[in-house]
Each structure stands twice: as C-alpha cells, then as structure tokens.
C-alpha cells in the first residue's frame, strides 16, 4: 500500500483557486492509478478526479471537469489538484487516493472509494459564498 498525506486546504472565497498537494511513500506509487475524492457532512464520499500511473489519462467527474485539474509527479512522489472557480458546494473534506483495483475509469463501480486501496487523512477546503 501507499501512504498519503494531503495538504493545502483552507478557507476561500466563491470563485477562488486552491491547489492540493499529495505525499505519498512507498515504492508503489509510481506503478499505481491514483485520485481525489470528496466528502461533505451528511453524504457519501463522492468521487472527483483519477489519473494513470503516468498520468497520460484521467476521468474527471461532470460537476469538477473544466474546473479542477488532476497532476502527478512520480520522481516527487506526489500528486497535485489544483481548483479553479471554486463554488461553495465544492466544500468538503478532500482525500488522495491511490491503489486503483478498477479496470474502466467508465464504470461508477471503479470511481467507487472501494476500487482504492489506500487513503490519505484528508483535508478540510470550505468555499464561502
């Protein structure tokens, strides 16, 4: 498994930006899909965001896409979202994800939190409006 750490939430404002960081360690993060996923108070954590192990495709989900922008650097061990026009309704507790099992980012069964084997502790973004 991985271990990740994320970083980089706070509080902003309707329209702002703010970029996530992902730590990760151990010796398969490079060889792994990875992710970002949300959740909010009172619901299901909801899928955002997966790229590649080399980041040469990602799925992003319809209420992030043209916003948010998934990256990865496999020699830094880390893994970036960066957020742009953030709306209040993006507030949540954003978590890394990485150890894929799914095969077709195209089915909601592998954007599934149970197609990722490992978790970071996540990190608390609130958007006011």
């Known amino acids: 498994q991985v271990h990740l750490v994320e970083s980089g939430g706070g509080l902003v404002q309707d329209g702002d930006s703010l970029r996530l960081s992902c730590a990760a360690s151990?010796?398969?993060?490079?060889?792994?899909?990875m992710g970002w996923f949300r959740q909010a108070p009172g619901k299901e954590r909801e899928f955002v965001v997966a790229?590649?192990?080399?980041?040469?495709?990602?799925y992003y989900a319809d209420s992030v896409k043209g916003r948010f922008t998934i990256s990865r650097d496999n020699a830094k061990n880390a893994g970036y979202l960066q957020m742009n026009s953030l709306k209040p309704e993006d507030t949540a507790v954003y978590y890394c994800?990485?150890?894929?099992?799914?095969?077709?980012?195209?089915?909601?069964?592998?954007?599934?939190?149970?197609?990722?084997?490992?978790w970071g502790q996540g990190t608390q973004v609130t958007v006011s409006s």
């Open positions: 790229i590649s192990i080399h980041g040469e495709t990602t």
């Open positions: 994800a990485a150890d894929w099992y799914g095969s077709n980012w195209g089915s909601p069964h592998d954007r599934h939190p149970s197609a990722f084997n490992s």
């Open positions: 151990g010796r398969t993060f490079t060889s792994v899909a």
